[in-house]
Structures are given as structure tokens and as C-alpha cells.
């Protein structure tokens, strides 16, 4: 199409298409949109490299498939972790994701289609303002894989609240569905289908870049005022992370779902 630039940044389903200042990152994983170290690292580069384009001024960011937006960490490349330097290492790619959009000067859209687990929720918790659909039920199954959501925590809390984040990483079994989602404030909007939440988010987005651009990004700042020390602080939640991420616990967990 006549005006749109098309760039495919990974093999594994990372892509971005921008227009009229609107720039979109799709990612794409076989496993339910799950994450692994290459497609986390690859999110938050463009959004770093996007943020820093002189032609962009809004981001929306999306996965591919259906009923599922996210799945969380790639169990594949869990099972493959062996000391805690490479699970830090893993772990810190939610943490880039979360501090390339904390850091970012655009809004940042997110677009929620289907279920958001583990992981999944944190992407979400990240973006500036989200839109779902009656089918984007969250959970945060972390504790359940012996882990505990550490490095997305932040990004929840800061948008849902302690009382709700605390139900949701202790209550790690339970999907909570977009309604509790939206009235916790995760969500800003939940449609019915995902071609009327297309039409939300084109109308929002194109509303958007009509206004100051100077004016979004000041707003920017203070939307993310008081977390500058999360590069330190998420560093250290990963490093909780890759700890824990090899008990005997979680690696007989993992194998289990692995072998189903």
C-alpha cells in the first residue's frame, strides 16, 4: 500500500509497519505468542530505535494469531537454562521491554486480542493505554511454575495497585477476565470483537498524533514520573528470577507441561 514502509525484523515474527507517524510492532511466536530471549530483545531495540525516529509519533503494539496476545516466557527456553547468570540474562529481557517503554517519549498503544499470561500481562502493564478484547483474560501464573512474577511486578503494580497486583501473583491458577481487567485499570477500553477494537485504536491513534506532539511527550514524562531506578530494581528482580528459575520446583513443573 501507496505511503506505508514495511520492515520484517525477525524470522520469528517480529515486524513493523509505519504511516502517518503511527509506527506498529507485531511480534509472533508458534508457541501461543510466547517469548523467548531473541523476539524479547528484538521488542524492546524498536521500540528503542522507533522512539528515537524523528518521523514517528505513536507506537502500537500487537501480536499475531488468535485467543492468545502473549503466553509469557518461552517454556523451550526455560528448560534450557542452567546457571543463574543465563537465567538473569533471560529474565532480563522482560526488564528491557518494560524500561524501553518507560523510556520511550511516544505513547505507547497496546493492543490486547486474546489471553495475556505471566509475562504477557507485564507487556501489557507497560504500554501507555490499552485496548483489549471480551476474550483478553490475564493471569499471572508465575508462583505456579515456582517462580513469582518479580520483573513484570512493577509494571502490574503501577497500573492495577498493590491490593490487586497481590490478587493476582498469589492467585497465580485463576485467569481474571477484561472486565476485572478494565475496572482494575490495565485496560482502557475492552471491545467485543477484535474488528471493533481495530476501529477504537485507529480512531484513538489518529486522534492522538493530531494533538501537540510536545504536549504527549511531556505527558509521557509524567506518566512514568518515579520510575528512573527501574533499571536497577528490575536487574534485581531478575536475578530472583533466574535463581529460582532452577529448583527442583520449577524444573520438574516445566518438564511436566513440556511432556503433556
Known amino acids: 500500500m501507496e505511503g506505508y514502509v514495511k520492515a520484517t525484523i525477525a524470522s520469528d515474527g517480529i515486524a513493523t509497519i509505519a504511516s502517518d507517524g ?4 507485531t511480534f509472533h511466536h508458534p508457541a501461543q505468542n510466547s517469548l523467548p530471549g531473541k523476539i524479547l530483545n528484538e521488542i524492546a531495540l524498536k521500540i528503542d530505535e522507533i522512539g528515537a525516529s524523528k518521523d514517528a509519533k505513536l ?13 509469557g516466557a518461552s517454556f523451550e527456553e526455560l528448560s534450557s537454562i542452567t546457571n543463574k ?4 540474562e533471560f529474565f532480563s529481557g522482560f526488564s528491557k521491554i518494560i524500561i524501553a517503554c518507560s523510556k520511550c517519549p511516544l505513547i505507547i498503544l497496546g493492543r490486547i486480542h486474546g489471553k495475556a499470561v505471566g509475562g504477557g500481562v507485564g507487556v501489557a502493564a ?4 490499552c485496548f483489549a478484547t471480551k476474550d483478553a483474560s490475564i493471569k499471572l501464573s508465575e508462583l505456579v511454575v515456582g517462580i513469582g512474577p518479580f520483573v513484570v511486578g512493577p509494571a502490574v503494580e503501577r497500573k492495577v495497585g498493590l491490593s490487586a497486583y497481590s490478587q493476582l501473583a498469589l492467585n497465580a491458577a485463576v ?4 472486565q476485572w ?5 490495565l485496560y482502557a477500553a475492552v ?10 485504536i485507529n480512531e484513538f491513534a489518529k486522534t492522538l498524533i493530531s494533538y501537540n506532539m510536545d504536549a504527549l511527550k511531556e505527558l509521557k514524562k509524567v506518566f512514568w514520573e518515579g520510575t528512573s531506578h527501574w533499571d536497577t530494581l528490575l536487574n534485581k528482580r531478575a536475578v530472583i528470577s533466574g535463581a529460582l528459575v532452577l529448583s527442583e520446583h520449577t524444573k520438574t513443573f516445566i518438564n ?3 511432556n503433556k
Do not use: N
Open 22 to 25: 503511527i509506527a506498529t510492532i
Open 59 to 71: 507506537i502500537i503494539l500487537k501480536s499475531e494469531g488468535s485467543r492468545v496476545f502473549c503466553a
Open 85 to 88: 547468570e543465563a537465567g538473569r
Open 126 to 129: 507497560a504500554t501507555d493505554y
Open 175 to 178: 485467569f481474571y477476565d477484561a
Open 181 to 185: 481487567a478494565m475496572s482494575k485499570g
Open 191 to 200: 471491545l467485543d470483537t477484535e474488528e471493533l477494537m481495530d476501529v477504537a
Open 256 to 258: 511436566t507441561v513440556k
